[in-house]
């Protein structure tokens, strides 16, 4: 009997590996092997990690190699040698799926790396003669690099199993559990690693329900999908949707990748009838520039697009994706991607920054744009013909910005407000405040919520808004009030929010609340709820007094006008 161990660094705790779990479950087909899953995070301590592995006994070691645990691998490799020489360590995983010469080269530790899809190659890897097994870079008895050509794609994917245990779906309810329904993407983003492998296959309609019932019944919050995107085939695609539908649960969302211009009338009409908050989808648009869309070869229709979007919007969580640093994106050409995305009001804007992946087709075009990348993971953009370091350097000022003060989903009145009313599009006000924020030192620390509503008022203040205003200033604090009340019952008021409550008609309306049974008792009512008087109308602007009240339910806040 031989151990066996596989190792999984993720990206956060919350993460699960999914390939690690499926090449788990194929040697669990084959006889003479103890197998040990040790999964743990790039958080936790190398020592740790390595303690772990050691403890686990293993004769082989499989490793699953990706660009957010790349550095932690090659720092653990050798030293798990140290202690165990005769430790056989494999490698897969797309980091050293278009390398393996040179990690081989490299790292003599390594026996072996497995690339492309490895459930097959690692069955085979265990059962066969070396010289039998596709997809493997091996050392020969000389020692000379051998590799005998690429394993297939796996055309029947339903020989793959399921590849979470029942307990740990119980075990880990609040985990980001991942799940393929199709493999492959027949698209050709240059950037993209998944633009590598053409071949589109999925998983059988029966074997997926039955998965997804798996899911559903044990409780969990989250399923993503990692299909490359989702809304390929309208067939396969639909059908699981309805089964999720049918089967709904209020607790539970599931992801998906998906492209919002493939959708057709009839799929737009079923997605606004899906329970609010159940499903969650991630587009990437990443540029509405013509010429960079050409060159990525991903050109949007932009109109369908922002159609499609803002027809499914109200009950479908969104994230919308773009990158910076992409081929003929400028600093100007870049402020119209975000401002498009911006006007689309997503849930979330995901403000990502071009990687330079070897495998890709940007990889092969460094010379033509100019591209400067660093040479550690994960090979990000430092500028190339059309952008510069410093540009570059601002827009990640604007994404922390934008997180704070659009994707926390915290300030949506306050923000607007000023957009609205000082700026000519959204993109000139997230660079502005970036730009106090990086003069004030802000960025150098990380803030309390408070922090951020009080820089607002301090920002707003040194830009002298209030003089440009005909209120005086009064329309945004009050704005602001309205966004800070929302958020939660206050402990305490800041400098800034002077409230104004009539404290007998409040004691009334927990009464009345009580007696509708909202509530169990006076205690618990005021515990939960706030109320507040306003100076404008805070929906329409009007110059008109307000009143409400705030009942507070878990993450949502309900409001009520009186
Ligand atoms: C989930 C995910 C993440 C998660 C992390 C999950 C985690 N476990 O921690 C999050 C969201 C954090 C993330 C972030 C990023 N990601 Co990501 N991510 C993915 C995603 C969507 C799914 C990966 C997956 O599980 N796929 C399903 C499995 C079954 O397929 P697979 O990964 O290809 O695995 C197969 C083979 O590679 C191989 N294999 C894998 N492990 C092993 C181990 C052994 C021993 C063997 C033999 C074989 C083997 O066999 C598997 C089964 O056939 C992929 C895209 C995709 N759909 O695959 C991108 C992807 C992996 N990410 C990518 C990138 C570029 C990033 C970011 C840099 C993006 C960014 N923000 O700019 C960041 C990096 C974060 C960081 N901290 O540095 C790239 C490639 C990166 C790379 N070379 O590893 C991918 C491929 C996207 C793309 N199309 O370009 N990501
Ligand atoms: S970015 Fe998305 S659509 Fe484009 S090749 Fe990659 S997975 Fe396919």
Redesign the pocket.
């Known amino acids: 009997m031989k151990n066996i161990t596989?190792l999984?660094?993720?990206?956060?705790f919350v993460?699960?590996?999914?390939?690690?779990r499926?090449?788990k479950k194929m040697i669990e087909q084959i006889d003479g092997y103890n197998l040990t899953l040790v999964e743990s995070?790039?958080n936790n301590q190398l020592e740790n990690i390595i303690r772990e592995v050691i403890e686990s006994k293993p004769n082989i070691l499989?490793?699953?190699?990706?660009?957010?645990?790349?550095e932690f691998v090659f720092k653990i490799v050798p030293e798990l040698k140290k202690i165990n020489p005769n430790l056989e360590i494999?490698?897969?995983?797309?980091?050293v799926?278009y390398n393996a010469v040179e990690v081989m080269e490299k790292f003599p530790q390594i026996e072996g790396v497995?690339v492309?899809?490895?459930?097959l190659?690692?069955k085979k890897l265990l059962t066969k003669d070396r010289s039998k097994v596709l997809g493997l870079y091996y050392r020969d008895s000389q020692l000379k690099l051998k590799f005998n050509g690429f394993e297939p794609p796996?055309p029947n994917l339903d020989i793959?199993p399921f590849p979470y245990e029942q307990w740990e779906l119980e075990d880990n309810k609040g985990k980001?559990f991942?799940y393929?329904s199709t493999?492959g993407?027949p698209f050709h983003c240059s950037?993209?690693?998944?633009?590598i492998e053409k071949s589109v296959r999925t998983f059988s309609l029966p074997r997926v329900k039955k998965d997804l019932m798996t899911f559903l019944d044990a409780g969990i919050k989250l399923v993503?999908f990692?299909?490359?995107t989702y809304n390929l085939d309208k067939d396969h695609y639909m059908e699981i949707w309805k089964f999720l539908v049918e089967n709904y649960q209020p607790n539970l969302t599931f992801h998906f990748?998906i492209s919002a211009e493939l959708f057709d009338e009839e799929v737009i009409e079923y997605l606004t009838t899906i329970p609010n908050g159940f499903f969650q989808f991630e587009i990437g648009i990443q540029t509405v520039n013509k010429p960079t869309m050409k060159l990525i070869r991903r050109e949007n229709e932009l109109e369908k697009l922002a159609e499609n979007v803002l027809a499914i919007k109200n009950n479908i969580h969104l994230h919308l994706d773009l990158?910076a640093g992409l081929p003929k994106e400028d600093f100007d050409t870049f402020k119209g991607s975000f401002n498009y995305v911006y006007r689309l009001k997503p849930e979330m804007i995901?403000l990502?920054?071009l990687?330079i992946?070897?495998g890709?087709e940007i990889y092969t075009q460094l010379e033509t744009f100019g591209y400067k990348y660093t040479s550690f993971?994960?090979y990000?953009v430092i500028s190339n013909n059309d952008i510069t370091y410093e540009e570059l350097l601002k827009l990640k000022d604007v994404e922390a910005v934008l997180d704070f003060y659009y994707n926390s989903g915290d300030f949506t009145k306050s923000v607007n407000y000023l957009i609205n009313n000082f700026y000519s599009s959204p993109f000139e006000f997230y660079l502005d405040i970036a730009n106090f924020f990086e003069k004030n030192g802000h960025f150098k620390v990380s803030h309390k919520k408070l922090a951020i509503f009080n820089f607002l008022v301090d920002f707003y203040k040194e830009r002298k808004f209030e003089q440009g205003s005909d209120d005086k200033g009064i329309k945004f604090i009050e704005y602001l009030k309205f966004d800070y009340i929302n958020l939660g019952k206050p402990g305490k008021y800041p400098e800034w929010f002077v409230s104004s409550k009539d404290k007998d008609l409040y004691h009334e309306l927990i009464e009345n609340l009580v007696k509708e049974s909202k509530f169990k008792n006076n205690r618990q009512g005021f515990k939960n709820t706030e109320i507040e008087e306003f100076n404008i109308d805070i929906f329409t602007g009007e110059n008109k007094k307000t009143k409400f009240l705030f009942i507070y339910e878990g993450k949502e806040t309900k409001i009520r006008e009186f």
């Open positions: 596989l999984g660094i993720n990206s956060k993460h699960t590996n999914i390939a690690i499926y090449i995070s790039i499989l490793v699953s190699t990706y660009i957010w645990n790349r494999y490698l897969g995983g797309p980091e799926s497995l492309g899809e490895g459930e190659i690692v796996i793959i980001i991942y393929e493999r993407c950037y993209c690693m998944s633009s993503k990692v299909d490359r990748e990158i995901q990502g920054f990687k992946l070897s890709t993971p994960p990000e």
